[in-house]
């Protein structure tokens, strides 16, 4: 059974998808400083994957709730000291943003885990304050990350554009994503996830074109201070 707070993200995805004949995307749950049991009520509303910002947090919470058989991706900036745990630990990493990282996870990926689900993270406004690689290097990394195929699979590009009031700046931003996207599906048939918008703008990026949403406070509300 879905939660209210569950239930009103889902509707404000499916009334965005049908007012931009968009399909509804994927809606990743962002638990960053939340609880295990926060975590634990929205698996039992039917969500299943989860989006952590730090390696030995998300670990915490993967260790108590071992048997819910939830997703996990890490969105946070990966250092290439944590790419190994990384890499046994998550489903997806969403934030790889230079070749340094593809060896490190490749070479770390369990055998029985399958393939590790890779998005590249794009600075798309170029924001000195933001991970994620230039768009004109996506493709280059693209290629690093395909290469390394089986154990990584490339799935597609992240970006978290910069959080300007002018909404149609950020709906520029998002349809700039979209584009790289679209050039580098056709070289890549694996590509098949553009990752972007979040709680207060996941109907722009539905209208642009996002297969997959990161929505937090919308559905936990306010994160905790950090203890």
């Given at each position: ?31 960053k ?16 994957a ?14 108590e ?35 340094k990282?593809v060896?490190?996870l490749?070479?770390a ?28 290097d996506?493709?280059?990394?693209a290629?690093?990350?395909?290469a ?38 056709v ?10 918008g ?30």
């Open positions: 059974m879905l939660t209210p707070a569950l239930d009103a993200v889902v509707q404000r995805i499916e009334n965005a998808a049908r007012q931009y004949g968009r399909p509804a995307p994927r809606l990743l749950a962002v638990s400083r939340q609880p295990a049991a926060a975590v634990a009520s929205l698996a039992a509303g039917g969500q299943r989860f989006g952590e910002n730090y390696v030995q947090e998300a670990q915490e919470k993967q260790a709730l071992r048997d819910a058989g939830l997703e996990w991706h890490l969105i946070g900036h990966l250092q290439s000291n944590k790419a190994a745990v990384a890499a046994q630990a998550f489903d997806w990493v969403q934030t790889v943003d230079r070749a990282l060896p490190l490749a070479a990926r369990p055998d029985d885990r399958g393939p590790l689900n890779v998005l590249i993270q794009v600075n798309i406004d170029d924001e000195a304050s933001k991970h994620g690689c230039r768009p004109e996506a493709d280059a990394l290629a690093v990350v395909a390394a195929s089986p154990r990584l699979a490339l799935r597609g590009l992240m970006a978290i554009p910069a959080p300007v009031e002018d909404r149609a700046r950020r709906a520029e931003a998002f349809a700039r994503m979209k584009t790289l996207f679209d050039t580098l599906a070289r890549h048939a694996s590509m098949d996830t553009l990752s972007m979040m709680s207060d703008d996941f109907e722009l990026a539905i209208e642009q074109g996002a297969t997959m949403i990161r929505v937090g406070t919308a559905l936990f509300g306010e994160r905790p201070p950090r203890g």
